[in-house]
T-cell receptor, first 110, second 115 residues
Framework: GEQVEQLPSILRVQEGSSASINCSYE??????FPWYKQEPGENPKLIID???NMERKQIQELIVLLDKKAKRFSLHITDTQPGDSAMYFC?????????WGSGTKLIIKP | GPKVLQIPSHQIIDMGQMVTLNCDPV?????FYWYKQILGQQMEFLVN????????KSKLFKDQFSVERPDGSYFTLKIQPTALEDSAVYFC?????????????FGPGTRLLVL
């Protein structure tokens, strides 16, 4: 079936620096790309999303980029803080279903 | 923001028993979803549901699984009979529209342990 590849699986960055997570998808018809943050024992929470009619979106310290030609999208967290430590999942909307990446464990080092 | 509720939060049952997971979606949402997440791993799509019908289901949605939403009450996932590999967290989600048109909101999950 359709896949979304997400890298890296673990990302350690120094507090205050930037973190980048990359995803690629297969279905060229995908038109919606949300990013979710999941803390241990919690449900995933939408933090930012981008639709296929956009190339870039920013909400405060979160930036998402979408390259439809390459079928890639990415999340960039600028000025990381300890509270940013969590699992991050990208996803791509296929026909009727949201196809998830395998997740990135982001660790912010003090 | 919009809230999806799930009942119960935890369930422990013996293998072979039936279990029903309940989801109370956002009130004006029309599309409903179930996902399965084994600890620390990715979310895996099980099924989506609209207008009383299953629209799409994945290969994880075994014959022992069924979903329904009788008369606008809870959106339920029933597993009968349960197997050990059904142990996971099950998340319900809902959206007003589907596809790229709207966001899915997730419930807090039901942690199912099959012994």
């Amino acid at each position: 079936g359709e896949q979304v590849e997400q890298l890296p699986s673990i990302l350690r960055v120094q507090e205050g620096s930037s973190a980048s997570i990359n995803c690629s998808y297969e279905d060229s018809a995908s038109n919606y790309f949300p990013w979710y943050k999941q803390e241990p024992g919690e449900n995933p929470k939408l933090i930012i999303d981008i639709r296929s009619n956009m190339e870039r979106k920013q909400i405060q310290e979160l930036i998402v980029l979408l390259d439809k030609k390459a079928k890639r999208f990415s999340l960039h967290i600028t000025d990381t803080q300890p509270g940013d430590s969590a699992m991050y999942f990208c996803a791509a909307m296929g026909n009727y279903q949201l196809i998830w990446g395998s997740g990135t464990k982001l660790i912010i080092k003090p | 923001g919009p809230k999806v509720l799930q009942i119960p939060s935890h369930q422990i049952i013996d293998m072979g028993q039936m279990v029903t997971l309940n989801c109370d979606p956002v009130s004006n949402h029309l599309y409903f979803y179930w996902y399965k997440q084994i600890l620390g791993q990715q979310m895996e799509f099980l099924v989506n549901f609209y207008n009383g019908k299953v629209m799409e289901k994945s290969k994880l949605f075994k014959d022992q699984f069924s979903v329904e939403r009788p008369d606008g009450s809870y959106f339920t996932l029933k597993i009968q009979p349960t197997a050990l590999e059904d142990s996971a967290v099950y998340f319900c989600a809902s959206s007003r529209d589907w596809g790229g048109a709207d966001t899915q909101y997730f419930g807090p999950g039901t942690r199912l342990l099959v012994l």
